[in-house]
């Protein structure tokens, strides 16, 4: 299933006319824990980010407020609420490490800590086409990582396939179709939002692709 699209719904669009996705697909990956070169590469890029950014400055910059600008609109505090990019960026100036959870997703959270794009990461063996990017439904249920199963209201824009919903955009992925062991092919998602340049989201699913190809192996293209 190396073809894919996903199709935003004309009422997102109405709403939200600036909303995008940019994705990738990465084949033949093999999950593990991500090797110590890696490791020391991911923290490398912390270092970059530290020498690159003060936390004081953060809510100044052009895309962290784009994102924090969408949270509010979608009536989420943001700062409560973190877009996963920023949380990621906040963790590593207070100089946390980033998580090591597998390969694939150390290479997503450090891709969206580079671009600081929130990155969306699937099991594409798991996804039953079509995608599509829509308003939930009322009623509608999530299954989120880490967290107990949530009903959903109708103004809660989500990604689904075409039996479940696997995102609610665009900050919370499923444990339907996280990323496991066994799992071979990835959809790389990265989310974009009003004031968010088209040519950014396409860059950050590039990098996490390659990212992901250089800790997991597999190809994209």
């Known amino acids: 299933m190396s073809i894919l699209s996903i199709r935003i719904e004309d009422r997102v669009k109405e709403k939200f006319p600036e909303i995008a996705l940019a994705y990738t697909i990465v084949e033949?990956?093999?999950v593990k824990a991500t090797e110590p070169e890696k490791v020391l590469f991911m923290r490398k890029i912390e270092e970059e980010m530290r020498s690159k950014y003060n936390i004081d400055e953060l809510k100044g910059n052009p895309l962290i407020r784009a994102y924090r600008d969408f949270y509010w609109r979608i009536e989420i505090d943001?700062?409560?609420?973190?877009?996963s990019s920023e949380a990621l960026l906040r963790r590593v100036l207070r100089g946390r490490k980033l998580p090591l959870i597998n390969n694939?997703?150390?290479a997503g959270n450090l891709a969206s800590l580079k671009t600081l794009i929130p990155i969306g990461l699937y099991d594409l063996d798991k996804l039953l086409p079509p995608l599509v990017l829509r308003f939930a439904k009322e009623g509608e249920v999530f299954q989120p990582i880490g967290g107990k199963t949530e009903v959903l209201t109708e103004n809660q824009i989500v990604l689904a396939d075409a039996?479940?919903?696997?995102?609610?955009?665009p900050h919370r992925d499923s444990?339907?179709?996280c990323?496991?062991?066994?799992?071979?092919?990835?959809?790389?998602v990265a989310c974009g939002v009003p004031k968010v340049p088209s040519n950014l989201l396409k860059e950050a699913a590039k990098i996490t692709s390659k990212y992901i190809v250089m800790f997991a192996g597999g190809k994209f293209g």
């Open 179 to 188: 990323i496991r062991e066994n799992t071979r092919n990835v959809l790389v």
């Open 163 to 169: 039996e479940k919903i696997v995102h609610i955009f």
């Open 78 to 83: 943001p700062t409560k609420q973190r877009p």
């Open 28 to 30: 033949g990956v093999q």
């Open 104 to 106: 694939v997703v150390d």
């Open 175 to 177: 444990i339907q179709t």
